[in-house]
Nanobody, 124 residues
């Protein structure tokens, strides 16, 4: 079983900062791309940023500047630093990871996993 568990969300005033964490655990052979998405009430889930296993990053166009994604491969953890938070950043933030598992027969397979989400609420 593989699990992604996010943490670090909460209520923060506009202009503040938060650091979200997402730790993967379970029978993990390796982890490929990890990403953060968010979903505001009444809106579709959208990509915030992604990071490959070698540290290459990619941000959604309107997420550049205030958002920084990073990862610690030794800890199977991805982070999202959000600075200068704005009320429009209020969303549930979800972690996503492409995780490779290896069967008892030695075969590997990859699958996309999602965390349960962590709420970020920004007050004005």
């Amino acid at each position: 079983q593989v699990q992604l568990v996010e943490s670090g969300g909460g209520l923060v005033q506009a202009g503040g900062s938060l650091r979200l964490s997402c730790a993967a655990s379970g029978s993990i052979f390796s982890i490929d791309t990890m990403a953060w998405h968010r979903q505001a009430p009444g809106k579709q889930r959208e990509l915030v940023a992604r990071i490959t296993s070698d540290g290459s990053t990619n941000y959604a166009d309107d997420m550049k500047g205030r958002f920084t994604i990073s990862r610690d491969n030794a800890k199977n953890t991805v982070y999202l630093q959000i600075n200068d938070l704005k009320p429009e950043d209020t969303s549930v933030y979800y972690c996503n990871a492409i995780i490779i598992i290896r069967s008892n027969f030695g075969r590997t397979s990859s699958r996309s996993y999602w965390g349960q989400g962590t709420q970020v609420t920004v007050s004005s």
